[in-house]
């Protein structure tokens, strides 16, 4: 969160951009993974910054300048905009230093399976944005970038999960993954979804509001409660995972419009009261119960990025 | 209710202008009153549906506000990303450009 609004933000930074095919993608697959993306990852980044690196972690997670052909050209994690102008521009001076032939690949990438290659481009894609809401007797220092953070993610439906919503309820099995994935606390940090067995409370319901021919609008409404006890080491000045509880108990409200085969407009929020603190969420000393807020919008049809927890998803999405 | 979202009439009254509740947070804070647990028991109310719901066409226009993130927070969307290193590498030949790879713990467009 922290990078997307500093270095990314520079207009330096963008218009050095223009000289570069400007990527982005999750480093845990293409670290671990055996495909032939995968493959050619590992190659360049165990070059980079990272490279053979196994503590305090072994994530390769930074920024890299490749080829087209495998070459590394610069490898870094700092997002301090001047080091980032700097390393850009030294970059682009090995690339225009590198011989033609050495460039591009002698061909292209063999294609191996991605779950964004599941897209449900006749269902329901959805952006999901999660802050915190206004408190009464706010105690958090304005100054800390944490009582302002926000974060993203994305929702697939199938278009009969979609179907289901129209006809009057989600599909219990659609509501409660709606439910575990996108009650987590992830405003400031990762964190892991909820069990299936921690939701207490999964429904969205939809009533027509108004109907023009095959177009109608609807008001959706609904619930969401989750509670789950574990041990988490949770970063409050202790490396020992701590035994407690997270939650979620909040209530949905949305307007929608159908107009007879997809939606054309979906705009739902999720408002409730959060509590807990787990591993990466930066909640040890914020545990609540607070409020927080997520809406969820329709997704632009080129955001075609997975759900961060796509392995939670069913085997429908992969037909 | 619990201090913290106190009910409507039990709310304590902010300066106005307070970074503690500025204004057009009443709205909100009214929403959530119906939220909160007391004692951590879960409060029931009827909503539209027969469930719970303290939220409204209003407070939906609210919330979208205060959640969805503004033109600054978005700047780095300006960038034309490419979402997959194998769609970065594709177009890089093509466009006979090297690479530039923002790889994350969490997707860099999505969860981080």
Redesign the interface.
Known sequence: ?I???SA??DPEV?AL?A??????????R?QRDTDP?AR??QAF?ELGHYGGRERPTS??????????SGKL?GSWNTRQVAEVRRR?RA??EA?AQLPEGE???AE??A??A?F?DHYPADGLVLVV???D??????TRD?ADWRTHA?????VWFTAAEAASLVAGELDGDAARRLVRLHTRD?VR??TTPFPLECVQSA?L?A?VVAENGATKTL?L???A?VSESGAWRTGGGSDTPEATTRSF???????AVWNGTRFTSF?L?L???RAGATQYNERADDRG???M???F?LAPED??????MWYEYPRTFRR | M?????SVSG??T?APGS????RG?LA??V??S????EGGA?PRWQ???G???????A??AE??R????GP??L??R????????????????A??????????????????
């Open positions: 969160v990078d997307r609004r990314w933000s963008q951009l000289s570069f095919v400007p990527t982005a993608d999750e480093v845990g293409l993306e050619f990852f980044a994530t390769r997670q930074g920024i890299y300048v490749v080829t087209p050209l850009l970059a682009l690339w460039r591009y690949p292209a990438l294609r191996g991605r964004e944005y999660s802050r809401l206004p408190r009464v007797d706010d304005p926000w974060n993203v993610d994305h992830n940090g990762q429904r319901e009533r008001e409404v609904g619930e409660r108990d909040g209530a949905f409200y949305g307007r705009e929020a408002v409730g009261a119960p607070a409020p807020g997520v809406v919008q955001d075609r990025v997975a759900p961060a | 619990s201090r913290v979202w106190s709310m304590p902010p970074r503690h509740v500025r947070t909100l804070l929403a959530f119906a939220l909160v647990p879960a909503g539209p549906l469930g719970r719901s303290g939220l409204d066409a407070s939906l919330v979208v205060r959640v969805v993130p600054d927070e700047a780095w300006a960038i034309p990303w490419r979402a997959t290193l194998r769609a970065g590498l594709q177009d890089a030949t466009e006979q450009k090297p690479v530039l790879l923002w790889a994350m713990n969490g997707h860099p467009l999505g969860t981080t």
